[in-house]
């Protein structure tokens, strides 16, 4: 039996009785706008994420280049948790899954490159 939440029925993706069409369909709309702006955002982390990691890389400073990985560490933690809220099996997720890795390779790769050597 769903909970009224605010007066307004708990919906968990089905419809709802008592709820009528046009509420049921902007609500879906509703769902799916969100959907559209979460993976917008898990891209534009994607994205920060790497240029952080390019400036990492490229940088003749130290202290920048700390900067950098430390953004990037963060922006690539930022898509870990909220990764967790895609369903496994949309082609997105394994896209971003995917990404997130290679970045991360790359993270380790650019922070082994920072330890002094001998």
Known sequence: MPKN?????A???RPVAGVGVG???ELHQARRKARELGLEFLNTELEMAEA???L???TGNAAASERNI???VKALDAIGRFLEHLSPDQPERRFLVQRTAELRARLVA????RQPQG
């Open 5 to 9: 939440i605010n007066g307004w029925p």
């Open 11 to 13: 919906v968990n993706g």
């Open 23 to 25: 509420l049921a369909s």
């Open 52 to 54: 952080f990691l390019d």
């Open 56 to 58: 990492a890389e490229t």
């Open 70 to 72: 430390l953004n990037a």
């Open 110 to 113: 650019c922070g082994a490159r």
